[in-house]
């Protein structure tokens, strides 16, 4: 499995940027996805996560920081998951990765239980 996140870039505060998060593989659809940040110095933290559509019928996860904000979504027919994220924050700034949830496990904050991660996309956002 393969995860290849995009869309980041260079904004500023109160501007929109859509990350994308495409993987291989035919099963995708089945498993949950999530999306992390990190900042040089801290650690990886948790943004949101998509549920597969079986499981509890695709139920969204968000941390309170950019609760109302961002939205995701996914599209399995393209293997995608989708990161909207709207009225960006200077503290917004971060690595952004996605992963795959492992299955295993039932806390979709804690990054180990997600087995295959992406690249991650700079996300930048200016005062």
């Known amino acids: 499995v393969q995860l290849q996140a995009c869309g980041g870039g260079l904004v500023q505060a109160g501007d929109s940027l859509r990350l994308s998060c495409a993987a291989s593989?035919?099963?995708?659809?089945?498993?949950?996805v999530g999306w992390f940040r990190q900042v040089p110095g801290k650690e990886r933290e948790f943004v949101s996560t998509?549920?597969?559509?079986?499981?509890?019928?695709?139920?969204?996860y968000y941390a309170d920081s950019v609760k109302g904000r961002f939205t995701i979504a996914r599209d399995n027919a393209k293997n995608t998951v989708y990161l909207q994220m709207n009225s960006l924050k200077p503290e917004d700034t971060a690595v952004y990765y996605c992963?795959?949830?492992?299955?295993?496990?039932?806390?979709?904050?804690?990054?180990?239980?997600?087995?295959?991660w992406g690249q991650g996309t700079q996300v930048t956002v200016s005062s």
């Open positions: 992963a795959r949830h492992s299955g295993l496990g039932s806390d979709h904050t804690d990054l180990d239980e997600y087995d295959f």
């Open positions: 998509i549920n597969w559509n079986n499981w509890s019928g695709g139920r969204t």
């Open positions: 593989g035919r099963t995708f659809s089945m498993y949950a």
